[in-house]
């Protein structure tokens, strides 16, 4: 993973726009350690360039570490482009160019080049990409430039427009923070170019047949069931993602997600060669956590070299100002669940890995988090996916990217592949939908992920334990140990006065915190990254478990357990009492109350 950033159309002289360009791209190096790249154009009106450009890129050497630095340029100079992420399908793009090309480096980005030449800066250009990827390109010889985010937002990326009328890019919004008075994320699944017919617009090019607009409401899909079709499809999504030229392992919670991800990837490297290096796993949690111990388990099995990581409680809350600078967020769940990870990402680099795959959307695609056993039919539950899909660049591609990025590790998501999306996605939802409770038949009872867990349930040649293949949904911040939420909401109760939170609304107009948890990161959000644009880059609104608001109509009892940790929808083995209240009742807005426990 890497950090990109530019100004475009800049009114300063080329040598303050240099200083400038380095001093704002510094500040992503964490994303990028291995090398830095600066090119700054000059302007030049004979060649129809009236104003200069700086574009940058700081380096994180996956792929071929030698000679495949950024920004990358054309033969003829004329195209620079500075990418983050990863094309896993570019050798099949550079065999389709109607004009044969031959690379210059063994960087999979190289293959925008060409692409660019023979589509120009349109959707055509992109749609047929597969992979993780933000990436801003300039032509010389036209004076445009262009940019463009992956379709979910698995890499991060923001615009902003300086007070001149420049253009700012970047991987980060700490990089914007004091160049620009307005900023946002840039949308998922959109180009931006500055010439043309929607110049200095957002243009969707991910259409997915499920969701053209990733919006509800779209017809409900009709595929059926196909145990072998989703499991193949799911295999393919993760070998796309280990092509490596470094170090790599995997991510393994003990959870469902990442045990298949780590399944799947033991298998591949076995075939390859009994020599071939054996898999490294890694997991955090506090002493014996729920995933701790469920991870060793998968681990055994899978004969993986496990690195088992703890941390205690003082660990963790020592650094929750350290993770929500690095976040560039102030919401809750996100930040009890990326604490955890910012802290294993740190010992993962230690071990002189550059690369793990992981185990997140899964959860999105299937309905996994626990609220969905209430969905009430499957209108609300389809909506509910495409709504949680559309989102998830604000919440855990946020976190699993930007709690790895900060230490120099990238992660990749098979679950979020976009050919495994349109397989997933366009199952009927009445085959994911979950079936408990005492009136259901035990023949046609459906815990949360059944249509994953059954594809991948095969006893002649099992991938998995049972009892992992089969275990009850952890929230990572649930399953590193249910002690790590409860202790965060003491250090906000003993830090965040009643005073202090009877005058949230005051306080915080936008996105007003419901609970003290909330309240306190918000004032840490503010003194790294103050004004109104960074706010809003952030979402808000109620939620159960993860859910969106739309959610939270799907039980009465949820109007008062609007809490991100999945033991709040009432369903979990471990789930709170039920004499348990969130914070602030939904109703009632924030309140100075004690959560009852």
């Not at 999306?421 to 366009?426: G, K, S, V, Y």
């Not at 859910?547 to 709040?568: I, K, Q, V």
């Amino acid at each position: 993973m890497c950090g990109i950033f530019a100004i475009f159309s800049s009114s300063l002289p080329e040598p303050e726009l240099r200083q400038e360009l380095i001093a704002c791209s510094s500040k992503l190096r964490h994303r990028g350690p291995d090398w830095s790249g600066y090119i700054v154009v000059e302007a030049n009106a004979n060649n129809n360039v009236p104003l200069p450009h700086g574009i940058a890129h700081e380096r994180l050497a996956i792929m071929d570490p030698e000679s495949g630095s950024q920004p990358l340029v054309s033969r003829d100079g004329s195209v620079i482009v500075a990418v983050n992420g990863e094309i896993y399908n570019f050798r099949e793009l550079y065999a389709a160019l109607k004009a044969p090309y031959t690379p210059q480096t063994g960087s999979d980005c190289e293959v925008i080049l060409p692409l660019y030449e023979e589509h120009g800066p349109t959707t055509d250009m992109v749609k047929n990409l597969r992979g993780m990827f933000s990436f801003l390109l300039y032509d010389r010889k036209t004076d445009t430039y262009f940019a463009t985010r992956d379709h979910i937002g698995i890499t991060p990326l923001y615009i902003g427009w300086g007070n001149d009328g420049s253009v700012y890019l970047s991987s980060e919004m700490k990089s914007l923070v004091g160049e620009c008075n307005k900023f946002q994320n840039f949308p998922p699944g959109h180009i931006y170019c500055s010439k043309g017919e929607n110049a200095g617009k957002f243009t969707r090019w991910y259409t997915p047949t499920w969701a053209p607009e990733m919006k509800p409401g779209a017809p409900l899909p009709k595929e059926k069931y196909n145990s072998e079709t989703l499991r193949f499809a799911f295999e393919r999504a993760v070998t796309r993602r280990m092509m490596s030229d470094v170090p790599w392992g995997v991510l393994l919670s003990g959870g469902l997600d990442s045990s298949l991800v780590a399944a799947i990837c033991a298998r591949n490297i076995a075939r390859r060669s009994t020599s071939f290096p054996k898999l490294h796993s890694f997991t955090i949690g506090l002493k014996d956590s729920p995933d701790i111990l469920a991870a060793k388990k998968v681990a055994d099995m899978l004969g993986t070299i496990h690195h088992s990581y703890t941390y205690t409680l003082e660990e963790g809350a020592d650094a929750i100002r350290a993770v929500i600078k690095t976040l560039e967020t102030y919401d809750l769940t996100t930040i009890r669940a990326s604490t955890p990870m910012y802290l294993m990402a740190r010992k993962i680099k230690a071990m002189g890995i550059k690369m793990v795959i992981s185990g997140e959307g899964a959860d999105e695609v299937f309905g996994g988090y626990l609220y969905f056993h209430k969905a009430p039919n499957e209108r609300e539950f389809f909506d509910e996916t495409v709504d949680k899909l559309s989102r998830l660049h604000m919440y855990d591609c946020l976190r699993c990217n930007k709690a790895m990025s900060a230490w120099g590790v990238e992660p990749r998501v098979p679950f979020l592949d976009a050919d495994f999306l349109d397989i997933a996605m366009n199952l009927d939802p009445t085959e994911k939908m979950i079936r408990t409770g005492p009136k259901v038949d035990p023949a046609d009872r459906r815990i949360e992920k059944w249509a994953i867990r059954k594809a991948f349930d095969t006893p002649d040649d099992p991938y998995l334990p049972a009892e992992i293949l089969w275990r009850q949904k952890e929230q990572f911040s649930d399953g590193v140990g249910y002690g790590w939420v409860d202790s965060l909401k003491d250090v906000a109760e003993r830090e965040i006065s009643d005073q202090m939170f009877a005058n949230a609304k005051n306080r915080f107009p936008h996105n007003t915190p419901t609970t003290k948890e909330g309240y306190r990161y918000r004032m840490i959000f503010e003194e790294f990254f103050p004004g109104e644009a960074a706010e809003r880059t952030v979402p808000g609104g109620k939620s159960i478990a993860c859910s969106t608001e739309r959610a939270m109509n799907w039980d009465a009892s949820f109007a008062l357990r609007a809490d991100p940790s999945g033991r709040a929808a009432g369903v979990h083995d471990k789930a709170y009492e039920a004499g348990f209240e969130a914070d602030g009742k939904v109703a009632d807005g924030p309140a100075s109350k004690k959560q009852k426990k």
